[in-house]
């Protein structure tokens, strides 16, 4: 198949050609120029290869609740929001990304190989995102289910209301934001940083070295005490 | 939604292209802010057969009404005699004077008209506004064309205050500073009401403008640029994007929470800073520029 070229055809057409797809079909995008919504909505398990830097929610609503769905690579940076609300299957990007990676994800992986800007993984709903590199600020804030795997460093704010989702990181935490603890890594917790570290590649992570942060439970419960402010 | 545009050149050879280089960047937020836009342009302004630039001042008009300009010339020339040079530019008019003759020049506006507004004072920068789809804007005046080493723009789409030619960015409160926002302040009507008893006047009601003035306040308090901007950060609540140029520096700000975007390019030859990636993306040399988000709350400043 002959790359799809955005400058031609525009994201729309792009994105049609990329839903004419059948599964285990592939494709190549080409001259996304920072364009939005590159490859969203896609169901079927394709593999798709944007070159080059996309813009804001590449790869989102994307999959099926089987956890199915296309395989997307971006070699180049994206914008904001990539992969939002994703299903299934996964999005690698071989640069950085902006803020809000994997925000709302219920399923699929999404694996950033530099930074990720802040509020990665905000109100995550069971979908996986791991950054090989350091996430911004108020990062996993209100993330409901899933996992968050950071192999640099946090910014300020991390895991800030977090719900169920868990937060493993293998540098420094600049602070936890507000009901966010850190706990001990558990032998399961070892189970599903070492699988993810090693479907990642991510080699410079020791999972048993990571620090697990989750929520302390104190915010989202209602407790008696505060009947009064009721 | 806004798109702010800020382009830097550094190597002089780029300046004869300021304007081919700007337009695409501004069309391509066309849709973060179609109601309205303006742009400012920096240049030398002391070439051959010029006026010198030390001693002349660039004075930009503007108005919401459908302005007779020649009318509004021979008024000048009535009142202050024909010192001075007078260019169209955008809907309005750049004049250009000996800087001891402005003073008198300002006083003879508003009895000409008053719906006339100053839109910017400096010795390098002349200001354009108008209503419309940013690329028509640009087409209509010519502003590939333009020459000049800094240009700043903005694409608007209205929230706080209406869609009009002087509620436009950008906001130009003193000599050469020149603002451009993509957000919203909260407390503005606060701010205004305690710089209203400083003296301090509107052209407009808009929440940017009292940021601009706000920090040209600060300044003239004899903060520098990056002090100012702090003030601003720490007076004023709300969301921010902010580019803030003078006659040799650009900086850009963001909100504590990041909440609204923003992407530098530098290279050698140029910094450009733009709401989004893809109004960077067709700089010459693009593939090799460092690219990289404002922290926020953090001043970034470039000079010349």
């Known amino acids: 198949m002959e790359p799809l070229n955005c400058d031609e055809l525009g994201t729309r057409g792009v994105n049609q050609q990329l839903r004419a797809l059948l599964p285990g079909e592939s494709a190549r995008v080409v001259q996304p120029r920072g364009r939005h919504n590159l490859a969203v909505g896609l169901t079927a398990p394709t593999t798709i290869t944007i070159d080059g830097n996309a813009g804001y929610f590449v790869g989102g609503l994307g999959g099926s609740k089987d956890g199915s769905g296309p395989d997307i690579e971006v070699n180049g940076f994206v914008g904001w929001s990539v ?21 709302s994800a219920r399923g699929g992986r999404i ?14 709903k069971g979908g996986t995102l791991a950054i090989a590199g350091d996430a911004g600020a108020m990062s996993g804030f209100m993330a409901q289910s899933g996992v968050v795997l950071i192999g640099g460093n946090a910014g300020h704010g991390l895991g800030d209301s977090l719900y169920e989702a868990v937060i493993y990181v293998a540098g420094a935490i600049a602070s936890l934001g507000a009901d966010a603890v850190v706990q001990e890594l558990t032998d399961d917790d070892l189970l599903v940083v070492k699988q993810l570290v090693h479907d990642c590649g991510f080699d410079h992570i020791d999972p048993s070295q990571v620090t697990k942060v989750a929520s302390a439970r104190q915010l989202y419960h209602f407790s008696t005490h505060n009947h009064g402010a009721y | 939604m806004c ?53 002349h001042l660039r004075i930009s008009l503007g108005s919401d009404a459908v302005m007779n300009w020649a009318f509004v010339h021979d008024g000048l020339v009535a009142a202050c005699g024909g010192v001075f040079t007078w260019s169209p530019f955008g809907a309005g008019v750049v004049a250009s004077l000996p800087v001891a003759l402005a003073q008198e ?10 719906d006339i507004r100053v839109l910017a004072t ?21 502003v590939e064309l333009w020459q000049g080493y800094m240009a700043v723009a903005h694409t608007r789409m209205a929230t706080e205050s209406a869609v009009t030619v002087l509620h436009s960015h950008p906001f130009v409160p003193t000599a050469d500073l020149c603002v451009v926002h993509n957000g919203s302040f909260s407390n503005y009507a606060t701010v205004r009401r305690a710089l209203m008893t400083q003296g301090i006047t509107f052209d407009s009601d808009n929440d940017s403008e009292v940021a601009a003035r706000f920090l040209a ?9 990056e002090e100012a901007t702090r003030w601003v950060m720490k007076e004023m609540d ?31 030859a140029y910094v450009a800073v733009a709401s989004e990636y893809r109004a960077l993306a ?19 400043t470039w000079s010349r």
Do not use: W
């Open chain 2, 105 to 114: 020049f300002l006083h003879a506006l508003p009895a000409i008209s008053p």
């Open chain 2, 282 to 300: 067709e700089l010459p040399d693009i593939g090799s520029a460092r690219v990289f988000e404002p922290q926020p709350e953090e001043v970034y």
């Open chain 2, 238 to 268: 709300g969301f921010f994007t902010l580019v803030i140029t003078t006659a040799k520096e650009m900086s850009v700000v963001r909100d504590a929470f990041a909440c609204k975007p923003a992407v530098v390019a530098e290279t050698a």
């Open chain 2, 122 to 142: 400096g010795q390098h920068v002349s200001v354009l506004k108008d209503t419309g789809r940013p690329i028509d804007t640009c087409q209509r005046y010519g």
């Open chain 1, 83 to 103: 992969g939002e609300n994703l299903m299934g299957g996964s999005i690698r990007v071989h640069g950085s990304a902006s803020q809000s990676a994997g925000s």
């Open chain 1, 111 to 124: 694996i950033v190989e530099g930074d990720a800007s802040l509020r990665a993984g905000i109100s995550l």
């Open chain 2, 217 to 225: 306040r600060r300044l003239s308090l004899g903060d520098d640029l």
């Open chain 2, 3 to 55: 798109g702010v545009v800020g382009l830097l050149i550094r190597d002089s050879a780029l300046e004869s292209q300021l304007g081919s280089l700007l337009v695409p960047m501004i069309d391509a937020l066309d849709e973060r802010g179609p109601d309205s836009s303006g742009l400012a342009l920096y240049a030398d302004h002391g070439a051959a057969g010029e006026p010198g630039e030390a001693e």
